[in-house]
T-cell receptor
Framework: NAGVTQTPKFQVLKTGQSMTLQCAQDMNHNSMYWYRQDPGMGLRLIYYSASEGTTDKGEVPNGYNVSRLNKREFSLRLESAAPSQTSVYFC?????????????FGPGTRLTVL | TQLLEQSPQFLSIQEGENLTVYCNSSSVFSSLQWYRQEPGEGPVLLVTVVTGGEVKKLKRLTFQFGDARKDSSLHITAAQPGDTGLYLCAGGYNQGGKLIFGQGTELSVKP
């Protein structure tokens, strides 16, 4: 059981370049989430997918798109990277849609946009 | 504007001291979770509280959910160097299982 995996671990982009961050979970979880973490700001929700086939915006969706490829995989795309998107990105998943359940996090992708 | 205010943001103490971290909001949450994060890793759940006034203990850690379900606290008794890390509170909503995180408290416990 790998849990939640993310690729790549590190990435450096130039302003205007595009890239896709990959996330996969092997726990048969229904819901998946993308967060960004910046110093002094905790984690902020970018997009989430409550169940396969649905996606919704979180607190900070501008500049990002997502795809829930199947139940296991949830990708985050930056179409035209900006320095403000320099951050650590975390993917998470959880069982079920409602109720207070634990979110399981991946190890993160550290992205720098020059 | 941070929906969930966490304080203090930084805390440096000696081994054996006690400490309390606070998490406050003007919003009502269906649940409140506390996570701990170590450098280079994702957060890991410590506890979930769902009932107003609820108190949960995890060894030397005591978690409390406010009566109105708008605030929470984490108290650590006799802190140890192994408690060092980033502590995050997160308010939960039933819709989609979304969480709103506080800014985090960076705790350093020196031997």
């Amino acid at each position: 059981n790998a849990g939640v995996t993310q690729t790549p671990k590190f990435q450096v982009l130039k302003t205007g370049q595009s890239m896709t961050l990959q996330c996969a979970q092997d726990m048969n979880h229904n819901s998946m989430y993308w967060y960004r973490q910046d110093p002094g700001m905790g984690l902020r929700l970018i997009y989430y997918s409550a169940s396969e086939g649905t996606t919704d915006k979180g607190e900070v969706p501008n500049g990002y798109n997502v795809s829930r490829l199947n139940k296991r995989e949830f990708s985050l795309r930056l179409e035209s990277a900006a320095p403000s998107q320099t951050s650590v990105y975390f993917c998470a998943s959880r069982m079920g849609i409602g109720g207070a359940r634990e979110q399981f996090f991946g190890p993160g992708t550290r992205l720098t946009v020059l | 504007t941070q929906l969930l205010e966490q304080s203090p943001q930084f805390l440096s103490i000696q081994e054996g001291e006690n400490l309390t971290v606070y998490c406050n909001s003007s919003s009502v949450f269906s649940s409140l979770q506390w996570y701990r994060q170590e450098p280079g890793e994702g957060p890991v759940l410590l506890v979930t509280v769902v009932t107003g006034g609820e108190v949960k203990k995890l060894k030397r850690l005591t978690f409390q959910f406010g009566d109105a379900r708008k605030d929470s606290s984490l108290h650590i008794t006799a802190a140890q160097p192994g408690d060092t890390g980033l502590y995050l509170c997160a308010g939960g909503y039933n819709q989609g299982g979304k969480l709103i995180f506080g800014q985090g408290t960076e705790l350093s416990v020196k031997p």
